[in-house]
């Protein structure tokens, strides 16, 4: 399958992953969608609620397969795609990702992002202890693989949203 048009904004929990795909969405003629919320309509429970009763292997699969169920519809060109933050980190899914479009990784400070998930309920994966360590050590393991497959890496402290979405919107192949 050859590359669509869409935009992915890849990054971890907290980078503005969400906030700028709608962003793009009311600027641009893109429309957006996020693999959380689709899983949530899907299951029709939160991603807590996936992780407690089934846990993560559970919920991994269905990132595979909300990716899957997207690049065989047919409707899925000019979009702009927000993905969970450990959905690249499963291998199968990085081949997919790059079929889907354009990967933008939204690359943000460790001190950012625990300013913004420190009060945070909502992310299973930093539920308990120390958010700050958590953090630490999910990125540990996470930031080369984001690196590694993404079209464009645009570090995001101290931006604004205007800002961010300038530098992912600049390039040429945006411009219909
Ligand atoms: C996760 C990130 C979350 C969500 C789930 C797991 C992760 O999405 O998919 O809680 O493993 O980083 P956001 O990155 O949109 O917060």
């Known amino acids: ?6 935009i992915i904004l890849i990054g971890f929990m907290g980078c503005g992953k969400t906030t700028c795909g709608k962003w793009i ?7 957006f969608i996020d693999t959380d919320q689709y899983i949530v309509d899907k ?9 407690d009763h089934e846990g993560e292997p559970y919920f991994r699969r269905l990132e595979t397969i909300v ?8 409707d899925v060109r000019q979009k ?5 933050g450990g959905l690249p980190i499963t291998k199968e899914n990085r081949p997919l990702l790059k079929q889907l479009g354009y990967v933008v990784y939204l690359r943000t400070s460790i001190d950012e992002l625990v300013k ?16 700050r360590d958590k953090i630490i050590s999910l990125m540990e393991k996470r930031k080369d693989i984001y690196e590694q497959i993404a079209d464009k ?7 604004d949203i205007k800002h961010i979405y300038e530098e992912i919107t600049c390039d040429k192949w945006t411009k219909y």
Do not use: C, H, W, Y
């Open 25 to 31: 969405a009311n600027n641009k003629p893109f429309d």
């Open 80 to 84: 702009v795609f927000s993905v969970g």
């Open 43 to 51: 299951e029709r429970r939160s991603i807590n609620e996936i992780f």
């Open 67 to 74: 990716l899957k169920e997207l690049l065989v519809s047919k």
């Open 153 to 159: 890496i645009i570090d995001t402290d101290g931006k």
């Open 116 to 131: 913004r998930l420190n009060k945070d309920t909502q992310r299973p994966l930093l539920a308990g202890g120390n958010v």
């Open 1 to 6: 399958m050859s590359k669509q048009k869409n």
